[in-house]
Nanobody, 119 residues
Framework: QVQLVESGGGLVQAGGSLTLSCAAS??????????MSWYRQTPGKQRELVAGITSGAKTTYADSVKGRFTISRDNAKKTVYLLMNSLKPEDTAVYYC???????????WGQGTQVTVSS
């Protein structure tokens, strides 16, 4: 089993910054082997990929956040981060951390953290 715990959400004014963290733990768990991602979801909409980082530290971003958000991982701390700059009201959502490893059949989600950007 793998547990993912997000933190760092909150209320921020437009143009501000937040850093989300996702700490991973588990009894049988090698963090470095897994791809990590951040998704977000607003009411009535599908969960969408915001940013991803592979086990080899290759990153991908949604077009809507490119140049503003940065995903990173600290394998020693088993933690993935999402630095969000120049926040916009449309970034308001619940942000979820995801761990995935297709070879091992892993697909785990955190409980989510609310990010609210006021105009």
């Amino acid at each position: 089993q793998v547990q993912l715990v997000e933190s760092g959400g909150g209320l921020v004014q437009a143009g501000g910054s937040l850093t989300l963290s996702c700490a991973a733990s588990g009894t049988i768990f090698i963090f470095t082997m897994h791809d990590m991602s951040w998704y977000r979801q607003t009411p009535g909409k599908q969960r969408e990929l915001v940013a991803g980082i592979t086990s080899g530290a290759k990153t991908t971003y949604a077009d809507s956040v490119k140049g503003r958000f940065t995903i990173s991982r600290d394998n020693a701390k088993k933690t993935v981060y999402l630095l969000m700059n120049s926040l916009k009201p449309e970034d308001t959502a619940v942000y979820y951390c995801n761990l995935k490893n297709d070879d091992m059949g892993y697909n785990y989600w955190g409980q989510g953290t609310q990010v609210t950007v006021s105009s």
